[in-house]
């Protein structure tokens, strides 16, 4: 555990500590939020998943005259982030970092104001649509937290790559190819070896794939393994080394050859649904694959062509 070395702060946001599981097998321990200093001037805010999902991991990295936000988040966890830097800094926030349009990660645009939201130029058409769709239906289904916001896009889009570079923080924003969704960017931190990955490597069972293109992604994942990475911060699940590449990747070539092996000997979905077996996933993840059914049926689809 590398990044335990660069440990300089940790701070207990959250207080849950237990959840009743329903099932029957006793208490499980909650997770709770934290913030933790990477590396001088990088945060990195884990979020609590569970017993209640309230949002995507998120990081800021303080340069000498700015603050520069990764993942806008939900609004209402937007507001939360930028108590936390006001605590930190008065160095203005001047731009948010989407590192791709999903509401958990990018619908807390509009809440950073006087700030610039940043994303790849392959994201534009996703914000422009499904972008606009999504923070809709939240604005009926969480009207208190959504309220009369209005859907706030990134103002500036790049193509590859944008660097942000003051001579002591140096942040390069990558776009690497079609992976958890068409415009997903990371932030590689070259200085300190840190790579913010948001949806497109996550730690546990968290991969929604329905935007996905998992052939691609595993290039992605081939592509950010090229990095001289020590430290992952997810857009879900803990801050985690290099090797996450490598299980995350895992999944994706595991389960499109368990799938393509029961399609090639005539299985149909549902067969598939039964029989998909990954062990290697449940030690990873506490999740049996076959509970990954948006997972198994969107992969089921690409190889078939559906
Ligand atoms: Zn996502």
Not at 46 to 68: A, R
Not at 211 to 231: F, Q, R
């Amino acid at each position: 555990m590398r990044w335990l070395q660069h440990l300089a702060l940790v701070l207990l946001v959250a207080t849950a500590t237990f959840a009743t599981i329903v099932s029957g097998h006793a208490f499980l321990a909650a997770d709770k939020t934290t913030v933790t200093e990477l590396a001088p001037g990088v945060f990195f805010r884990k979020t609590q998943t569970e017993p209640e999902f309230i949002g995507c991991n998120q990081g800021w990295v303080i340069f000498k005259d700015f603050v520069l936000v990764i993942d806008a988040n939900f609004p209402n966890q937007a507001d939360k982030v930028q108590e936390i830097i006001r605590s930190q800094t008065d160095k203005p926030i001047r731009y948010v970092f989407d590192t791709h349009y999903h509401g958990d990660h990018a619908d807390g645009n509009v809440r950073y104001v006087g700030a610039t939201p940043v994303a790849s130029e392959r994201s534009r058409l996703e914000f422009e649509t499904k972008g606009i769709d999504g923070f809709d239906k939240s604005k009926q289904s969480r009207p208190d937290e959504y309220g009369e916001l209005k859907y706030k896009q990134p103002d500036m889009y790049f193509p590859h790559e944008l660097v942000f570079d003051d001579g002591e923080q140096r942040v390069e924003l990558l776009h690497f190819g079609h992976a958890h969704t068409m415009g997903d960017a990371v932030a590689w931190l070259p200085k300190h070896g840190i790579l913010f990955t948001g949806d497109a490597c996550v730690n546990g069972a968290f991969n929604y794939t329905g935007d996905s293109n998992t052939e691609s992604w595993i290039n992605v994942l081939n592509a950010m393994d090229e990095l001289s990475v020590k430290t992952i911060a997810p857009g879900h699940g803990d801050v985690a080394g290099k090797e996450l590449i490598a299980t995350q990747r895992r999944y994706f070539v595991e389960l499109r050859a368990s799938i393509k092996k029961m399609i090639d000997a005539g299985k149909s979905l549902e067969e598939i649904k039964e029989r998909v077996e990954l062990p290697f996933y449940e030690e990873w993840t506490g999740i049996n694959v076959k509970e990954r059914v948006e997972n198994l049926e969107h992969v089921y689809g690409e190889l078939t062509g559906g």
